[in-house]
């Protein structure tokens, strides 16, 4: 089967550095996304790793590690627009599997 | 570029009624998917197209649930007889390929479905 394992929630405060871990656990894998999602809206795609390392799009990053089945989403200097949901996702011998969720709060 | 379109965005019925959902995906679009998502998780998958063809429909609970993407363009997933544990937002997707090697999909804002 393949399953995702990320923190339920996270808080952080305007202007700092959080990192969002996800585990995985997927047959046949090809790589990891990172989705955004805010209370009532849809889901939109934020990055994608298929390699190992560190991928950096303006204030976020993702990171992937295949040996270790493990990737994090890095978001720097955080607005309070932020806040929302976001979801780690892995694709391999079936369609985009989502983990559950991690929900961040930006506080002032 | 218009996104992905569904409708309705909102649906409230009593359980054991039907409903159906309409998706446009975006033009050019080969792939369209429909996700479940129940409050606080992340989306399900329940069924995957390639053109008009399924390619995964593994975890589509098929006694109620059906789904048709008769031209290749646009999808419409129907639930009959709907039951109180169906209430969740009902997102359709689409990718230009299979979104394997780009892990890109284009998500609509959804339909919500309340089955009281």
């Known amino acids: 089967g393949q399953s995702l394992e990320q923190p339920s929630e996270v808080t952080a405060v305007e202007g700092a550095i959080v990192q969002i871990n996800c585990t995985y656990q997927t047959s046949g894998f090809y790589g990891l996304s990172w989705y955004q999602q805010h209370d009532g809206g849809a889901p939109t795609f934020l990055s994608y790793n298929a390699l190992d390392g560190l991928e950096e799009t303006g204030r976020f990053s993702s990171f992937l590690s295949r040996s270790d089945s493990y990737g994090y989403l890095l978001l720097q200097e955080l607005q309070m627009k932020d806040s929302a949901s976001y979801f780690c996702a892995a694709s391999g011998n079936t369609p985009l599997v989502f983990g559950k969720g991690t929900r961040l709060s930006v506080i002032a | 570029e218009a996104g992905v379109a569904q409708?309705?965005?909102?649906?409230?019925?009593?359980?054991?009624?039907?409903?159906?959902?309409?998706?446009?995906?975006?033009?050019?679009?080969?792939?369209?998917?429909?996700?479940?998502?129940?409050?606080?998780?992340?989306?399900?998958?329940?069924?995957?197209?390639?053109?008009?063809?399924?390619?995964?429909?593994?975890?589509?609970?098929?006694?109620?649930?059906?789904?048709?993407?008769?031209?290749?363009?646009?999808?419409?997933?129907?639930?009959?007889?709907?039951?109180?544990?169906?209430?969740?937002?009902?997102?359709?997707?689409?990718?230009?390929?299979?979104?394997v090697t780009t892990g890109e999909l284009f998500f609509g804002e959804g339909s919500r479905l309340t089955v009281l």
């Open chain 2, 7 to 99: 409708s309705p965005r909102y649906k409230i019925i009593e359980k054991r009624q039907s409903v159906a959902f309409w998706c446009n995906p975006i033009s050019g679009h080969a792939t369209l998917y429909w996700y479940q998502q129940i409050l606080g998780q992340g989306p399900k998958l329940l069924i995957q197209f390639q053109n008009n063809g399924v390619v995964d429909d593994s975890q589509l609970p098929k006694d109620r649930f059906s789904a048709e993407r008769l031209k290749g363009v646009d999808s419409t997933l129907k639930i009959q007889p709907a039951k109180l544990e169906d209430s969740a937002v009902y997102l359709c997707a689409s990718s230009l390929w299979s979104g």
